[in-house]
């Protein structure tokens, strides 16, 4: 280790004796010291204290606001991927003392409330933090949202989606290893390649972002203003915590679909989950808000491709017993537990393979894996068509993580066997035979089905029974409920 890195070292540990309160954070150079610090110390020792450091500065009303919101970005990244860091700090009140910031400055903060009469019934309006490619999970979600208006809502005729791009895709202070986002610059052209591929013909629809506005207040109060003189039927917020949704709240009710399993967290008056229930229900938890329950379905996983795969374009012999993992942030989210499960797997059965699909670099593994097992991993990158993906393989694997329900839902829709550890948005699509407590139990599990045909069909037609169940299932319902309101 260098003396720099030393002296990081030092400084960290200094920092964390002091305490946060006792430092003057006013001062931009002692700032961005002690976030690198704090940043830098946690990466190489995971010690909590210094996530409940970052936790406190990003709750500092003196911290710049641009900062406090990257910070919460970078909390709400590390702790999806470890959830027992949630024990030690509360990302609601995180995210509540910069809203209320917010609230307090913002030039738009006596905006008046649009009365129901006045709304504009013709309008609806999409909010998102990112709108990417059709691949993207929030954004196919979106689009699956504004093709159930398109096709079956007629009194609505004009659709706008805003991206907020509130997710930082720099870093404007010093921390180690920034979690930024993707954001890219959405041309006409592209735009109307995606409303073609997601078959929306009968509304106009248009699309707003502020993507090199650097100032997210300024950035947000620009787009607020647009959309309060819309006057729009109803509002609603894709992927959870969203600034300007919770901002537009205050003149009218907004509705957040959250795209994990767990209750967003948002100031909107309408919180929407996609549970394994019949029917839809609402539920208050406190006086300002409501958790609106909707049946799970196969929502935007339609099949807009009309390219497929085969075995033989990624060298797979035909004959291989393949296992599917799927997921956009592989790399942080296959443990060195899960890893050695798989190892295990190849080992104990020679004519199985294990594909991933997403990006994951294999090479790491060339060490850890015999080598006859290494030559039976392969990795296809991301694909358009993930059911396509999907359908190549004999069962679907699913490490312990929060995320990964998109891809749980499509391998469900290819009635392969979906063997999932009981925990996260995966394990809450699946009944009980598909689910283990340990990685131990999965091992156990997919090596009785791999040598045992009879287990393999009962589980496929397990599968079948499952995915009957969410087949036939779409937005209409949710849509129908809130033209109600």
């Not at 024990?87 to 307090?104: A, C, G, M, P, V």
């Not at 930082?168 to 109307?192: A, G, L, R």
């Not at 502020?210 to 647009?226: F, M, P």
């Not at 039927?233 to 537009?248: E, H, P, R, T, Y």
Request: with cysteine; glycine share 4%; net charge negative.
């Amino acid at each position: 280790m260098n003396n720099m890195n030393l002296n990081i070292l030092k400084n960290s540990k200094e920092i964390l004796d002091i305490g946060i309160d006792k430092i003057e954070l006013n001062n931009k150079d002692i700032l961005n010291n002690v976030l690198f610090a704090m940043s830098y110390y946690y990466d190489i020792s995971k010690d909590i204290r210094c996530i409940v450091a970052i936790e406190e500065i990003c709750k500092n009303i003196n911290v710049d606001i641009n900062i406090r919101i990257f910070l919460y970005w970078q909390l709400v990244r590390i702790s999806f991927l470890n959830k027992e860091i949630l024990n030690n700090i509360n990302i609601k009140e995180i995210y509540d003392s910069i809203l209320d910031t917010i609230n307090k400055i913002s030039s738009l903060k006596d905006i008046s409330e649009i009365k129901v009469k006045s709304k504009n019934k013709q309008i609806a309006v999409f909010i998102t933090n990112q709108f990417l490619s059709y691949e993207h999970s929030p954004t196919k979600v979106l689009l699956s949202m504004v093709k159930s208006i398109n096709d079956k809502f007629k009194e609505i005729d004009k659709i706008y989606i805003f991206n907020s791009t509130e997710m930082p895709k720099t870093s404007p202070c010093s921390y180690y290893k920034p979690s930024v986002f993707n954001h890219i610059n959405i041309s006409d052209e592209y735009f109307y390649y995606l409303m073609k591929l997601a078959s929306i013909d009968r509304c106009e629809v248009s699309y707003f972002d502020d993507i090199d506005e650097t100032n997210s207040l300024k950035k947000i109060d620009s787009i607020l203003e647009e959309i309060y003189n819309l006057n729009p039927n109803f509002i609603i917020s894709i992927g959870g915590s969203n600034i300007l949704a919770d901002m537009c709240n205050n003149f009218t009710d907004v509705y957040t679909y959250g795209t994990t399993r767990d209750t967003p967290i948002a100031k909107t008056k309408y919180l929407v989950k996609s549970l394994n229930t019949t029917k839809i229900k609402e539920t208050l938890i406190n006086d300002k808000q409501s958790i609106i329950e909707i049946p799970q379905g196969f929502f935007g996983l339609e099949d807009k491709y009309e390219e497929s795969y085969t075995r033989e374009e990624f060298e797979i012999p035909k004959d291989l017993f393949l296992i599917s993992i799927v997921g956009n942030r592989l790399e942080e989210e296959l443990s060195d537990k899960f890893i050695d499960i798989c190892k295990d797997i190849l080992t104990k059965n020679k004519n199985t393979g294990i594909v991933f699909i997403g990006e994951y670099k294999k090479e790491h593994l060339k060490t850890k894996f015999p080598k006859d097992a290494y030559n039976r991993l392969y990795t296809i990158g991301f694909k358009k068509n993930l059911i396509s993906a999907i359908s190549l393989s004999d069962m679907f694997l699913n490490p312990k993580r929060t995320g990964g329900g998109y891809g749980g839902l499509a391998a469900i829709s290819c009635n392969i066997p979906v063997i999932s550890i009981n925990t996260g948005d995966v394990s809450e699509l699946l009944s009980d035979e598909f689910k283990v407590s340990s990685y131990s139990e999965m091992l156990d599990l997919v090596n009785s089905i791999i040598g045992n045909n009879d287990l393999y069909i009962s589980m496929c037609d397990k599968t079948k029974t499952l995915s009957s169940k969410y087949e036939g299932r779409d937005w209409d319902l949710l849509i129908n409920y809130i033209l109600k309101k």
